[in-house]
Antibody, heavy 119, light 107 residues
Framework: EVQLVDSGGGSVQPGGSLRLSCAAS????????MTWVRQAPGKGLEWVSG????????YDADSVKGRFTISRDNSKNTLYLQMNSLRAEDTAVYYC????????????WGQGTLVIVSS | EIVLTQSPATLSLSPGERATLSCRAS??????LVWYQQKPGQAPRLLIY???NRATGIPARFSGSGSGTDFTLTISSLEPEDFAVYYC?????????FGGGTKVEIK
């Protein structure tokens, strides 16, 4: 059974940093693209970052470029999102998701982890 | 980037009724349109990919149609568990984008 477990969220002040993790199981992790999608409170879905199966290629939304870094450790079956220079508008539930190609479809999702950026 | 506009924003229907949800793209996405369902407090769930293909385990009452810029998600007869928010997503152009969602609520 495919499982994605998101963790690492919390409350942080503007300008601060946080690292999210997504622990994967039930599939060959290195064979799949992994993605972070976020959802601000009461709002819709926004694609954030994606990474190839090998980790050699990464893709970021313009809204997070230069501030967020996606990475993966295939030996640990874990996806990461390092978030620096956080802003109030980064407040959201962050979901990891699995797909075959970088643009989706995203067939399995983690349960999400909440990031709150506030002073 | 491609903008996806979903309508209506809210659909009020009774169990057993037919639901028709629309997703319109600002430019052609060919058939690379995806539908997700999201219930309160839960992650999105993949329903339909490439406009008309049901994902694994999705009941036959869910169907998708369309190509180019106009797409439809149809729920033939609403079950109590179908009341949720539905999002479309295009995977043709970079970056992948989502529509604003349609909430299907109990009338």
């Amino acid at each position: 059974e495919v499982q994605l477990v998101d963790s690492g969220g919390g409350s942080v002040q503007p300008g601060g940093s946080l690292r999210l993790s997504c622990a994967a199981s039930g599939f060959i992790f290195s064979n799949y693209v992994m993605t972070w999608v976020r959802q601000a409170p009461g709002k819709g879905l926004e694609w954030v970052s994606g990474i190839s199966g090998s980790g050699g290629s990464t893709y970021d939304a313009d809204s997070v470029k230069g501030r967020f870094t996606i990475s993966r450790d295939n030996s640990k079956n874990t996806l990461y999102l390092q978030m620096n220079s956080l802003r109030a508008e980064d407040t959201a539930v962050y979901y990891c998701a699995k797909s075959t190609v970088t643009t989706g479809p995203f067939d399995y999702w983690g349960q999400g982890t909440l990031v709150i950026v506030s002073s | 980037e491609i903008v996806l506009t979903q309508s209506p924003a809210t659909l009020s229907l009774s169990p057993g009724e037919r639901a028709t949800l629309s997703c319109r793209a600002s430019q052609s996405v060919s058939s690379y349109l995806v539908w997700y369902q999201q219930k309160p407090g839960q992650a999105p769930r993949l329903l339909i990919y490439d406009a008309s293909n049901r994902a694994t385990g999705i009941p036959a009452r869910f169907s998708g149609s369309g190509s180019g810029t106009d797409f439809t998600l149809t729920i033939s007869s609403l079950e109590p568990e179908d009341f949720a928010v539905y999002y479309c997503q295009q995977r043709t152009n970079w970056p992948p984008t989502f529509g604003g969602g349609t909430k299907v609520e109990i009338k």
